[in-house]
């Protein structure tokens, strides 16, 4: 991915750019991006797509110590995919029962480093195939690169970016 399309200025507008391609290039229904503020335990959603924001009010804040997808990335530092609603009731019993709807979903870290940034959470319809393609694979973590480079850089220079 690398570039992301026309040139942008402010990190959050960066971020947006970069959810919006690793949509389009994954053909995912829905994305949220979560940041992980220096020092701090819980992931702050900072992107939305695909979904009214009401809707996504229940994960505006995922402590990392949550028996989620996002959190289980962010502290593992690696992919997590469910590929079906028996994978997510078996993996994660919670959350299963309160999106008891078919949906496959992808979970990746953002790292500069070593040091954790935040997760990307994508989401598609029921209908998708039990495994991610290599296309989608390779999306996810490049985009997963650019947030995390979007972020790297802001704290390089000094600026705080917002979520949620």
């Known amino acids: ?14 971020l947006d750019a970069t959810v919006a391609c690793a949509v389009r290039e994954t053909g995912a229904a829905v994305a949220m ?17 695909g979904i009214p924001a ?3 009010d229940p994960w505006l804040r995922v402590p990392l110590s949550a028996p989620i ?6 502290k593992d530092r690696h992919l997590v995919w469910l590929g ?6 078996r993996r994660y019993p919670r959350p299963a029962l309160v999106l008891p709807y078919r949906f496959a979903l992808a979970a ?9 940034l935040g997760g990307l959470v994508l989401l598609w319809p ?10 989608e694979r390779a999306a996810v973590h490049d ?13 390089e220079r000094g600026h705080s970016v917002n979520a949620g």
């Open 1 to 14: 991915m690398g570039n992301v399309g026309p040139v942008v200025d402010s990190a959050e507008e960066r």
């Open 33 to 49: 991006l979560y940041l992980l503020p220096p020092g701090e335990s819980t992931l702050r959603l900072a992107v939305l797509a």
């Open 54 to 56: 009401e809707i996504a």
């Open 69 to 74: 997808p996002v959190s289980d990335a962010v």
């Open 84 to 89: 079906s609603q028996e994978e997510l009731a």
């Open 108 to 116: 990746a870290p953002l790292v500069s480093g070593t040091e954790a």
């Open 126 to 135: 029921g209908s998708h195939p039990a495994q991610l393609t290599p296309q």
């Open 143 to 155: 985009c997963c690169g650019d947030a995390a480079r979007v972020l790297h850089e802001a704290r």
